[in-house]
């Protein structure tokens, strides 16, 4: 366990690369390193870029202060609920990386064997069913899903990356903001080509011998998926749309050489 300096550090480190990647806007997001029966979390209403290390709040278990002076972030009661929920879990990181979000208000899928990478080290990226920014159905909505994997997607709000340490929970939220750029390029091309089951089948026997991992993830193709609004759709479902992918693509291709036209005229 590291020492509560070093976490204060760590979280002040991390705040300033979520709010310079953009993953975050405004006072955004919000981060806690567990250090032993206690949480170190960002405090609510302060950009995560600019934080200062004195600034952090304590809270114990039940979620009440024991030290610093600002609020606890709106969100730590699913801080809490991971930390009580995966013992192996040591910081806990919600942001609101805007691609990823993007695809849930969409109603498109981010559960689709399409990248090698990230097939293997966060598995089937799902959608938790929609509540209500920092109230109790947050909790609710993570409570089951949080069990099975490291990344998870709030819908239409935000995500939640987990992990042995800030900089682990940090690493998977970059990745599945990534993936949701390459996706988002792949569809304007007008087409998402996915790994075949032995193609799936070869990465995930490849996981802990080649790959050295060895956390829990549900396969990108389980059927055990999160009941969240978009985690069931398959990858050419556009919410209750009637349009094809083909059919988006064009329209969204036309709309952006509209713009390019009107931004060199
Ligand atoms: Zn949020």
Request: proline share 3%; glycine share 6%.
């Amino acid at each position: 366990m590291i020492n509560e300096r070093e976490a204060r550090r760590q979280i002040v480190e991390v705040g300033k690369w979520l709010y310079n990647k953009g993953l975050v806007a405004a006072t955004d997001g919000n981060l806690s390193i567990r250090l032993g029966d206690r949480i170190i979390t960002t405090p609510s209403g302060v950009s995560k870029g600019f934080l200062k290390e004195n600034e952090l709040v304590i809270v114990n278990s039940k979620g009440e202060k024991v030290g610093g002076s600002g609020k606890p972030s709106t969100e730590v009661k699913m801080h809490l609920a991971v930390y009580k929920i995966r013992p192996d879990v040591n910081a806990v990181l919600h942001a609101h990386p805007p691609k990823s979000i993007a695809f849930t208000i969409a109603g498109v899928s981010l559960t689709q064997c399409v990248i090698p990478e990230v097939v293997v080290t966060i598995g089937a990226i799902q959608t938790t069913p929609y509540a209500t920014p920092s109230t109790d159905e947050v909790v609710q909505s993570i409570n089951e899903p949080i069990k099975h994997t490291d990344v998870l997607m709030l819908d239409r709000h935000g995500s939640l990356t987990v992990g042995k340490d800030i900089y682990s929970a940090y690493m998977k939220l970059e990745k599945l903001e990534h993936a949701a750029e390459i996706l988002i390029y792949a569809r304007l091309l007008g087409n998402v080509k996915t790994l075949n089951k032995a193609e799936v089948d070869k990465l995930m026997e490849l996981r802990e011998s080649t790959y050295g991992l060895s956390n829990n993830i549900l396969r990108c193709d389980s059927n055990q998926l999160a009941s969240g609004s978009c985690s069931l759709n398959n990858s050419s479902s556009i919410g209750s749309s009637d349009i094809s992918n083909e059919e988006l693509s064009k329209i969204i291709t036309q709309k952006v050489i509209e713009q390019l036209k009107n931004d060199t005229a």
